[in-house]
């Protein structure tokens, strides 16, 4: 049975890249949703808005039937995995409804487990992989509903302690509060008032104007992105994001622990993991925004930084093997325009392991870059954003893809896919964790292996044109996933172990896998979360082989 399917799907690459732009021909062609390439909104050409014919997309508004009926592709269909259907039945499970209406899914529905802390709320990250199951099954009310709700959310007063936080600022997570004496159901959200370390969430308002885009290009439904208050919400987001501070570089400055990594992990300064979330809402805002008086300030905004952020994320963040050697041996301590280590970082601060990580063909985008300091560590959600927004160039998305291939055991081992790779122990843990003991060494946010990255790593998977990397590890996942209870993340080196304290029926690992074996299934999927490259973004700087290999 796996062999039939493998070799089905075997059959089935090709250069998948020819699905991302074009619109499914035998759709019926509603609403077209335009997308507007920032190159063609250079500051002084706002006006002249003239979206080519290329730019505009045809939605497929083909509504899919229930979950036993998975989306079957237009080349060939597939025997479904039996783990599919568990899925989908695990994920309707996990459905929360506000009065009568679903709106998202709560983070985890594990009965076993005592202490429910917060995965009983519906988180907006986590709510992204079943959001985009549902749209890829044709059922977009639940996220149309979440999307209304969410951005109801917004508007609230938030505050911590006696501060008051922005007003863009969207939660982290809500739940439905039921009263069955007074029989009413109440929201209350958390905007990080109520999370460990206080942290507000700056993700949520990223992912919530990706998904915003996500649903509108898979609808072709237009209501939400066009409304006035949908479009004062992503500009209340991108204002607390694109004001005028002390900022010397373009990059957005964060507390630690404000993503999917939501404790100290040492990811404070200007980790990878929001640049590449900041860069892909940017374009994704670009694509909805209005040409009105208020959206226009923010479209001139927007497309000088990205302009900025991408010089500085290709120039900066990457590092390959040439680019490490380059660093090795740095000067230090060059003052004035002229200095090549502009951050002054000082070459024995490279950590031991990355020469030998590094191999010759590949490269990444670092985890972090600020003065004087490189985190060298390697990031799944960071660059794997990268390269679905198009911040990473076709060549150094090639480059991201072929360290993944090569460095395999390390970063997919037995469970893909590590959230961070390498673990940081003894001393450092100490002062970087603040001797945090659910982040100790290869657990956790600290190494551990999470099954939800599956979705992101197969749509750079598919973009790049490997879905063969992306099946060879799903197969891992189907060997263990399901026996397992689909939980949160795993242990170890190599992912084998269940994770210490991991949830059990985690919600977006279920999502995760559904999400992978759709998109490979029928990958003109992608589209929804794929930017394509813009060509004025082309890097004025080429600098080592592994990007033109
Ligand atoms: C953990 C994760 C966070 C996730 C939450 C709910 O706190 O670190 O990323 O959103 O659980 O699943």
């Known amino acids: 049975m ?27 062609r509603q609403r077209s949703f335009e997308e507007r390439s920032f190159s063609d909104l250079s500051i002084s050409n706002i ?6 014919e290329n730019n505009v997309y045809s939605p497929r508004i083909a509504a899919r039937s229930g979950f036993d009926t998975p989306a079957s592709s237009t080349r060939c269909s597939f025997e479904p995995h039996p783990m599919v259907a568990d899925a989908w039945e695990a994920l309707r499970r996990s459905m929360v409804f506000f009065r009568g209406q679903p709106v998202g899914t709560i983070a985890a529905y594990d009965h076993a487990s005592e202490e429910v802390l917060n995965y009983d709320q519906v988180f907006v990250r986590d709510f992204v992989p079943s959001a985009l199951a549902f749209l890829m099954n044709g059922e977009p009310d639940i996220v149309r509903n979440f999307l209304l709700k969410t951005l109801h959310l917004q508007g609230w007063e938030k505050k911590v302690d006696r501060f008051k936080l922005g007003e863009g600022v969207m939660p982290a997570s809500f739940k439905v509060l039921h009263e069955p004496v007074r029989k009413t159901e109440t929201l209350i959200a958390d905007f990080g008032e109520s999370a460990i370390g206080r942290v507000a969430p700056v993700d ?14 898979s609808t072709g439904d237009l209501s939400l992105s066009e409304t006035p208050d949908f479009q004062r919400g992503m500009r209340l987001i991108l204002s607390l994001c694109l004001s005028e501070g002390f900022d010397t570089f373009p990059t957005l400055l964060c507390a630690d622990g404000c993503c999917m990594v939501d404790r100290r992990m040492g990811i404070y300064g200007y980790p990878i993991e929001i640049q590449a979330l900041f860069f892909m809402s940017l374009r994704c805002a670009l694509t909805m925004l209005k040409h009105d008086a208020e959206g226009k300030e923010f479209i001139e905004r927007i497309v000088k930084r990205l302009h900025a952020l991408s010089f500085h994320m290709r120039s900066y963040f990457w590092i390959d093997f040439q680019q490490l050697n380059d660093i090795y041996r740095y000067k230090t301590e060059e003052y004035s325009h002229t200095a090549v280590n502009k951050f002054n970082v000082i070459p024995d601060s490279i950590p031991d392991w990355v020469f030998d990580f590094m191999p010759i063909r590949g490269g990444y985008f670092l985890g972090n870059v600020g003065p004087a ?50 673990a940081i122990e003894g001393h450092e843990w100490r002062i970087v964790t603040g001797c945090d003991p659910k982040n100790t060494r290869w657990s956790y946010h600290n190494g551990g292996s999470w099954p939800v990255l599956m979705w992101m790593l197969t749509a750079a998977c598919i973009k ?36 210490k304290q991991a949830r059990k029926f985690q919600t977006w690992s279920i999502g995760g896998y559904l999400v992978a074996k759709m998109m490979l299934e029928d990958p003109s999927h992608l589209g929804m979360i794929s930017l394509e490259e813009d060509k004025a973004m082309k890097p004025l700087i080429k600098r080592s082989s592994s990007w033109t290999c």
């Open 373 to 422: 300091m490189m985190d060298f560590r390697w990031f799944a959600l960071g660059n794997c954003i990268a390269i679905l927004s198009s911040l990473a160039t076709p060549e150094q998305s090639t480059a991201i893809m072929d360290l993944i291939e090569a460095r395999w055991e390390e970063l997919v081992g037995e469970m893909p896919l590590k959230v961070c790779y390498p």
């Open 464 to 499: 790049t044109g490997r879905p063969q990397i992306a099946r060879r590890a799903i197969e891992l996942m189907e060997s263990r996933l399901q026996k397992d209870g689909w939980p949160e993340y795993y242990d170890g080196k190599l992912g084998r172990f269940v994770g």
């Open 2 to 28: 796996a062999e039939a399917r493998c070799s089905a799907a075997e059959a089935y690459d090709f250069d998948l890249r020819k699905f991302l732009d074009k619109p499914k021909m035998s759709i019926e």
């Open 47 to 52: 006006r002249g808005l003239d979206p080519s």
């Open 204 to 217: 949520s308002g990223f992912w919530w104007i990706i998904l915003l885009r996500a649903y509108t290009k």
